[in-house]
């Protein structure tokens, strides 16, 4: 139903910046909140920052001042500009999308559902 497409990660030298975009694509009915997850080698999955659909916004303490996320709700999507890159911001950086969808069932419902992108590698050299 839903499709999360990101992009924007590579290979930046510490103290470097990168954009990260994710669009929505399917039978979206509104999609409430959007955020950026990431995990590195070993850790747990974390989220990165979080917006809702009326734009408030919750960040990991790791990365406030550094990070902002915003969203175009026209467009069906997500970003993260990252600033100040440090090496422990290394990770796969996963979309999140809670997104209410138009199922096509004989009959025609709105359900609401969790999805996740694909992931996005984001390195960060010393």
């Known amino acids: 139903q839903v499709h999360l497409v990101e992009s924007g990660g590579g290979l930046v030298q510490a103290g470097g910046s990168l954009r990260l975009s994710c669009a929505a694509s399917?039978?979206?009915?509104?999609?409430?909140?959007m955020g950026w997850y990431r995990q590195a080698p070993g850790k747990q999955r974390e989220l990165v920052a979080a917006?809702?659909?009326?734009?408030?916004?919750n960040y990991a303490d790791s990365v406030k001042g550094r990070f902002t996320i915003s969203r175009d709700n026209a467009k069906n999507t997500v970003y993260l500009q990252m600033n100040s890159l440090k090496p422990e911001d290394t990770a796969v950086y996963y979309c999140?999308?809670?997104?209410?969808?138009?199922?096509?069932?004989?009959?025609?419902?709105?359900?609401?559902?969790?999805?996740w992108g694909q992931g996005t590698q984001v390195t960060v050299s010393s």
């Open positions: 917006i809702t659909s009326g734009g408030s916004t």
């Open positions: 399917g039978s979206i009915f509104r999609i409430n909140a």
């Open positions: 999140n999308a809670d997104a209410l969808v138009i199922t096509k069932a004989a009959m025609p419902e709105i359900k609401e559902f969790d999805y």
